[in-house]
């Protein structure tokens, strides 16, 4: 399956953008002092549980889509001509013929 350059941007994009948010929200989970996240004695809570595997796996999902994107993006600029000459334009400017017809 091929991506388009807009796909796997917004991909990408995605992956990078649930970093961000998942990092955020794990440093304020870390940092509770509500009482939600850790019990009195400074123990873990369930929430701090569930949310914390929430953020793991938003993470891995994160990583999976922005690989993608990246992938698409990769495989998008290993197709585009080159031109594989050495003039400024990528050509040598002529054309060749089938073997055998110099002339």
Same mark, same amino acid.
């Given at each position: 399956m091929k991506l388009s350059r807009p796909l796997s941007l917004f991909l990408?994009?995605?992956g !990078?953008? &649930?970093w961000f948010i998942w990092v955020t929200? =794990?440093?304020n989970l870390w940092k509770d002092g509500s009482g939600l996240a850790f019990d009195d004695t400074g123990d873990?809570?369930?929430y701090f549980w569930v949310h914390l595997t929430l953020a793991v796996v938003s993470f891995l999902l994160g990583t999976a889509i922005g690989a993608i994107g990246w992938r698409g993006l990769r495989a998008l600029r290993a197709e585009r001509p080159t031109g594989g000459g050495t003039g400024a334009r990528g050509g040598s400017g &002529? =054309? !060749?013929g089938p073997p055998g017809t110099h002339g």
């Open positions: 990408l994009a995605f !990078a953008w &649930s929200f =794990v440093r873990p809570t369930g &002529s =054309v !060749a």
